[in-house]
C-alpha cells in the first residue's frame, strides 16, 4: 500500500475527527485517570 498524498484528508475518510477521541470506558475511575492524562499530555512543556 503507497503512502496517500494527503495523509490528513485520507485518516479523517477512514476515522472522522480522530484528533478528537470518542471515549467508552464503563469506569468511572478510568475515564477519570484517562481524562487527567489526557490533561496533563496537553499542557505546554517548561
Do not use: F, H, N
Not at 2 to 12: E, K, N, V
Not at 19 to 27: G, H, I, Q, V
Request: glycine fraction near 4%; proline fraction near 9%.
Amino acid at each position: 500500500m503507497g503512502c496517500p498524498s494527503q495523509p490528513d484528508a485520507y485518516l479523517r475518510v477512514l476515522y472522522g475527527d480522530y484528533d478528537k477521541p470518542d471515549y467508552t470506558y464503563l469506569a468511572t475511575a478510568s475515564a477519570t485517570t484517562r481524562q487527567q492524562v489526557d490533561y496533563k499530555s496537553s499542557l505546554p512543556v517548561r
